[in-house]
């Protein structure tokens, strides 16, 4: 009798289009009190685009459709933010940097096609950063570009105690939106390379906030939990003040 409540189970899950490999899954399913899920792909798309920019204190919303009308002061940290990002990126933020750039700097001195990447700086576990050096056409000296999270680019740049809560209140409120926030900041350097980001004298850019919508159905299906009485929780590493605004909308 009890294998026939199973397979039951397993069937009416399967008429929702779900396969359950393994009976005691279904089982379990039944029983569970706490879901845990992933936020990004699995309530939102994945599918980052850019949609503002702020810049000493100053929040600017574009539309990633119509970059080319970016006005001139921004196009350095654009520009940045190209540069620190891989060339063939597979990261959906890099991807959604590198179309808007593609399109608000076209035509312009920002675009360097002929740079020679010296060096890459990838993000560590104890600063959320990564920097990429950029050999100067001269040769004389390297270009250095930085993006990451908030806290990591302050961290580079060394601001003042004073400046660096401005900037996070411009991040806060950004995120408040739900955008991801990367800061941008650029430095450079004459002679060898050192072995670590902290080595070099940034100088902070900026702010890229990028959206990544909520699927349609993710709201309806959390509702369909609360009503089963299961919990659900949302596991993020992105920025607390974004992941609070997607969870609102998702209906957390």
């Known amino acids: 009798m009890l294998t026939i409540f199973l397979a039951l189970g397993a069937w009416r ?56 009308l970016l006005p001139e002061r921004y196009h350095a940290l654009v520009e940045y933010a190209l540069l620190a990002s891989r060339d ?11 179309s808007f750039a593609d399109c608000a700097l076209a035509g312009t001195e920002h675009i360097h096609g002929d740079w020679k990447l010296a060096q890459e700086y990838p993000l560590e576990h104890k600063l959320l950063a990564m920097s990429r050096a950029w050999q100067s056409p001269d040769g004389r000296e390297f270009i250095v570009a930085s ?18 809560a401005r900037i996070i209140e411009t991040a806060k409120g950004m995120a408040s939106d739900g955008l991801r926030i990367l800061g941008v900041a650029r430095s450079w350097r004459k002679g060898s390379l050192p072995g670590g980001q902290h080595a ?41 003040v974004t992941a609070m605004e997607v969870a609102r909308k998702a209906g957390f």
């Open 200 to 240: 070099f004298p940034f100088h902070f850019l900026g702010f890229i906030g990028l959206a990544d919508p909520l699927r349609e159905d993710v709201a309806g299906a959390i509702a369909e939990c609360a009503r089963a009485s299961v919990r659900v929780m949302m596991l993020t590493g992105d920025y607390p």
């Open 88 to 98: 063939n990126p597979f990261d959906p933020m890099e991807n959604a940097i590198r």
């Open 13 to 68: 899950i399967a008429r929702n289009h779900v396969l359950a490999r393994r009976i005691g899954a279904v089982e379990a399913l039944g029983s569970i009190t706490v879901l845990c899920v992933d936020k990004t792909g699995t309530l939102t798309y994945n599918r980052m685009s850019v949609h503002a920019l702020a810049l000493d204190g100053e929040r600017r919303a574009v539309d990633p459709r119509i970059s080319s």
């Open 147 to 164: 993006k990451g999270a908030p806290e990591a680019i302050i961290e580079l740049c060394h601001l003042p105690e004073g400046e660096a």
